[in-house]
């Protein structure tokens, strides 16, 4: 009987024990809520101060990227028949592979810069070439579409899985349903993500960005718009380094924060 109640007794101090614990992780995890809440709301207060407005009225919480190191694929014969049609000549010049197909020629650099030129009587649609670069395994979220007179312009940007590179951009041309010519980068590959420290803040990235434009006699009255992303970096293998991407009334217009270095690019 007394070894029960012993046992009892033992089970209840380690309850206590772990209830204690929680209690204190709790607390822990709100106050860095609270400090986190404080310092967005000082970065705020910053930028009202310094005569710039902050349009999505809330800073982001943690960039949540870490780096990636890709080994970059280059596109074969398989891969650009996709894009080209048949392939009836190949041949590499220096740095650049050029596919000529019975829909147009590509070419493409060892870095996965592509220029693609149709023929006038390409049977593709723009539908198509959107299927062909999905089955590259390339994913683009769509940026921009002027019509001026039967000239359709598209833009888009391209996405590391869900994430966009905004400094990738892709662009098609158009002329009325036919297209004419198309740029991206076949960015292909395995990336392998890389051990790094604390990212910055979207609180501390404002304040590196503040710094870069008094600097740089950028003049900012208006913040449209802040979110993660990639830099690409590098020639192959190639670094995606996370970033917050900062989007201005004026001239650049767009600029990243590298999350770690802090160092402040146009894009």
Known sequence: MRWTKIKNIILLLLVAVNLFLLALVGVRAWRTAQNDRQTRERMLQILE?????FLPTELPDAIGLTPQRLTA????????????????????????TIYRGTYGVLSVSSSGEAVLDYFSNCPLTEENIWNAL????LAFRETGR???????????CLLWGEVPLPGETLHLICSGSVPVSLTFRAL????EPQSAAEPLSA???????????NQQGYIC????????????????????????FVEIDTAPWRLAVNAYTGEVTVE
């Open 49 to 53: 101060n310094s005569g710039i407005s």
């Open 146 to 156: 002027t019509d001026d007179r039967g000239e359709l312009n598209v833009e888009a």
């Open 203 to 213: 609180a501390t990235a404002l304040l590196r960005l503040l710094d870069a434009l």
């Open 73 to 96: 694929a280059p596109m074969d014969e398989r891969q650009a028949a996709l894009l080209v049609g048949e392939v009836t000549a190949a041949e590499t010049m220096g740095t650049r």
């Open 134 to 137: 999905s089955e590259l395994g």
């Open 188 to 191: 292909l590959g395995t990336a």
């Open 221 to 244: 009255s208006r913040i449209d718009r802040l979110y993660p992303g990639y830099v690409l970096s590098g020639a192959g293998p190639f670094t995606l380094e996370p970033a917050w």
